[in-house]
């Protein structure tokens, strides 16, 4: 089975449990979320990433960006409805394409945004399109980063920015020696998570530079509590669940369990959230 059906089976599969947990009707975001001392609840802090992302890709208006991994649109949309960009979403899954564009029209920013499905490994973008590539928590579903930030710094122009926030284990860890890792990897259908040593390294590969790296982990800390917690209220109800359901869908089955994968792997120190931005010389 090809990573880009795996993906979208990921995310056609759980879009219930997003949907409900995720608030994604208001919130049409599926990341962890930023919390800062202020921030009231967790749509607040969905939002704050995308704020703090625009502030360190520099996102001014007119920019035109491409969204790799859009989802519902959250990101596309604020930055067209914020920051006056011409947003670009793209995404594996019709669902979310089609959600993504009813979003926009309901918060009419129709004219300044587009969303098509495509793989962002291998886009149909001309050339130096784009002033900013941003990837929130989308990167590590490729199963090829390199890829990823090869394709990244093709489409964009001279000086733009590709602004990746995601999961990075230390330089230090090799992913095969743990299980919980590799767990995780299934669960969420993403693809082997690297070091931002190894990232930064295909960015230079390709004309991109590091302009900076910033660790978010500490304030992602109450949705990855949240998320433990969730599992172990789902362990026995998801179980009793899918004895009785035995064709439920294969990610939906043990979803409920990469709250326990992630949880755990962190506070073994083998992943860390980040924000890493590079530009294209």
Known sequence: MSY??????????????????????QGMALHYGIWEKDT???????????????????VKKGDIVLDAGCGVGGSAIFLAKEHGAKSYGITLNERQKSEATANALKHNVEQRTNFSVQDYLNTNFEDETFDVVWGCESVNSSPDKEAFLKEASRILKPGGRVIVTDYFMPNSINRLDHKVLLDWETAWALGPICTEQEFIDYGENHQLKLES???????????VKWMYRTYWYGLIPSEIYNLFHPKVSRYARHHYRSGYYQYKSLKKGLWRYRTLVMQKA
């Open 4 to 25: 880009k059906k795996d993906i979208s089976d990921y995310y056609e599969q759980t879009r219930d449990h997003y949907k409900y947990w995720w608030k994604l009707d």
């Open 40 to 58: 009231k609840n967790f749509v607040e802090a969905l939002a704050n990433t995308n704020i703090k992302m625009a502030e360190l890709a520099k």
């Open 213 to 223: 790296n910033t660790d978010f982990t500490n304030q992602i800390m109450p949705t």
